[in-house]
């Protein structure tokens, strides 16, 4: 049998700098996917790997759904690609009508980008270029959050709340400040759904609306659920108090719904579970199921309508991407949303989230399960630490996970994070649980 290295990597593994990877440890002992079909992924040997976390988020609709494939065949043949500045192709305002239909309120003008992101930093640029539009070009700063993940875009670490990934580069965007994390274990352990406790803490914008005072904030920016810092589903009334003081003091509320968009919290955005309006939501991932490269922003009329004076042959927001709207993207995008639609994937993720939560939290009681947390088709697990260091014990079961039980998890520290495809059955959840426990167990 030839190695794994020979069989399918006929390159060095050597020259591919992986993306948030322990590169060493990959390459000296690779987990390689290479293909991948409805709730599985296969490897070069032919094993099949249940997909417990969408691939990262994204792969909604699960793998390689035929209606997707043959859009994006189709699209490749046709048209494949024409350039996004002054000139348009049918599939993207197509797709962008489709989004701002979805989307709640007066949330309806969508523009693209090709990643979280991108998208993040668009939705930026957007409420700095538009306090500028709207004369009060002092409001400048932005407010993030502890523990939140924005992208890894200047904008977004610094928005960002998440240490490892800002540590590391310097002074990042001048005039940011954070609101504290709403995470609290001695309040909120295993909780399905929202917690009870934490509204209060969207209080703490005012303190920092006296610290710096109003008329120099632009926007606030926040996951309406954290996802990537381990599944942090936002306190009951937590999101509408926040709402509150935003439209007390004039400041733009953005939710970044990259992870949340597209029915994974059951309803086609977060805004809506949580009958929360902001002025901007980004998204990417799911839009068209992960299976080419797309984000955007979905900005309320008043926003866009005021970039809508001047001379009409003047740019109006000078910002945009070659790839903005692409055409395999937006193709991919819209046969996605069908598909979306016509199995009712959001609802069912809303009907299969009371099941879910109870089958997650069966593990609790579970060898080093220190707190579960679910929401929509979505949980986390936090593992207590091994005492040689943070994220070993969760590495290995990512690792073990792969090699020893057939599934994909994803992991973020101690914490294993849950979150697969919606399409995914009651029997499959069963299945998915019942291999978590058993690694769980083998990484006692
Ligand atoms: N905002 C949010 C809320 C995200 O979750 C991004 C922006 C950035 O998206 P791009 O497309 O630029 O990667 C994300 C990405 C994890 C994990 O394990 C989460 C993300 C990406 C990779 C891993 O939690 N989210």
Do not use: V
């Given at each position: 049998m030839p190695a794994l290295r020979d069989l399918h990597a006929p390159n060095d593994l050597e020259a591919f700098w992986m993306p948030f990877t322990a590169n060493r440890a990959f390459k000296a002992n690779p987990r390689m996917i290479s293909g991948a079909k409805d709730m599985h992924y296969v490897t070069p040997e032919g094993r099949k790997i249940l997909d417990g976390v969408a691939g990262l988020w994204c792969c909604n609709a699960g793998h390689n759904r035929e209606p997707i494939v043959e859009a994006i065949r189709a699209q490749a043949g046709e048209l494949d690609y024409s350039p996004a500045f002054q000139f348009g192709h049918p599939k993207a305002f197509a797709l962008a009508s489709r989004i701002a239909a979805m989307a709640p309120g007066d949330l309806d003008h969508v523009f693209f980008a090709n990643s979280g992101s991108e998208a993040v930093d668009t939705a930026l640029k957007i409420a700095l270029a538009y306090w500028q539009a709207k004369g009060e070009g002092r409001r400048t700063r932005l407010i993030g959050r502890e523990r939140g993940y924005h992208g890894v875009g200047f904008g977004g670490i610094s928005v960002g709340g998440i240490v490892s990934n800002r540590k590391m580069f310097g002074t990042m965007l001048a005039g940011v400040d954070h609101l504290p994390h709403t995470y609290d274990r001695s309040q909120q352990a295993f909780t399905k759904g929202e917690p009870e406790w934490g509204a209060h803490l969207a209080d703490e914008l005012e303190r920092i609306v006296t610290l710096h005072d109003a008329s120099t904030i632009a926007a606030v920016i926040v996951e309406p659920m954290a996802g990537s810092t381990g599944v942090l589903p936002p306190p009951k009334g937590y999101l509408k108090r926040l709402r509150g003081i935003c439209d007390k003091y004039g400041i733009l509320l953005i939710f970044d719904e990259v992870i949340s968009g597209f029915g994974r919290l059951g309803t086609a955005f977060a805004a809506e579970r949580y009958d929360v309006l902001p002025d901007m939501i980004t998204f990417a991932k799911a839009v068209n199921s992960g299976t080419v490269p797309m984000g955007g922003v979905i900005a309320r009329k008043g926003i866009h309508d005021a970039f809508m004076s001047g001379p009409e042959h003047v740019i109006e927001l000078f910002h945009g991407y070659t790839?903005?709207?692409?055409p395999l993207a937006a193709a991919a995008g819209l046969a996605t949303l069908d598909l979306y639609r016509e199995e009712k994937l959001f609802e069912r993720c809303a009907a299969m989230e009371p099941r879910w939560a109870d089958a997650v939290m069966t593990l609790k009681g579970l060898p080093n399960v220190l707190d579960i947390r679910t929401v929509g088709l979505v949980a986390a697990i936090d593992l207590a630490s091994l005492p040689d260091g943070v994220g070993r014990r969760a590495f290995d079961a990512m690792d073990r996970a792969f090699r020893d039980f057939d599934l994909m998890i994803r992991v973020t520290g101690d914490t294993i994070a849950l979150t697969p495809p919606?399409?995914?059955s009651e029997n499959g959840i069963d299945e998915l649980i019942d291999k978590v426990g058993r690694v769980i167990r083998a990484v006692a």
């Open positions: 790839y903005s709207g692409h919606l399409i995914i």
